[in-house]
């Protein structure tokens, strides 16, 4: 039996970051993880700083993105995720991450951008 799919549009100020069908969503908001389904629930959510957001194809594959704050938002059959800034898993390099990470005040700006693109990393790794 397949899946029911909905459609997922993740942009950033400056691109699109996925745009298609999806079976599964989980992302992390300001009130705690969240995971849409097809016929999920209206939610508008804020994203949390340090977040990530992971999107299951129709096809199975998953994609991981970083997303450093921005919005969450679901309607009947469609979900859009708007990012104050964003990258792809795939375009991050970990060890730079980490050590980023392990040198930046915990709290700070540059450490939620690491810990962001190291759980998106961790995602599908």
Do not use: N, W
């Not at 810990?115 to 990393?121: E, G, K, L, N, T």
């Amino acid at each position: 039996m397949s899946e029911k799919t909905f459609r997922v549009d993740v942009v950033s100020p400056d691109h699109v970051l996925y745009s298609g069908d999806a079976t599964f969503l989980r992302a992390q908001t300001t009130d705690g993880e969240v995971g849409i389904l097809a016929s999920h629930a209206p939610i508008f959510a804020e994203l949390v700083l340090g977040g990530c957001v992971v999107v299951t194809g129709a096809d199975g594959t998953k994609l991981a993105i970083a997303a450093q704050g921005g919005f969450l938002s679901v309607d009947s059959d469609a979900v859009k995720v708007l990012a104050e800034s964003a990258q792809l898993a795939e375009e991050i390099d970990e060890a730079a991450e980490r050590a980023v990470l392990e040198s930046s005040e915990e709290g700070s700006e540059e450490y939620l951008t690491a810990r962001s693109r190291i759980r998106a990393v961790e995602a599908v790794g």
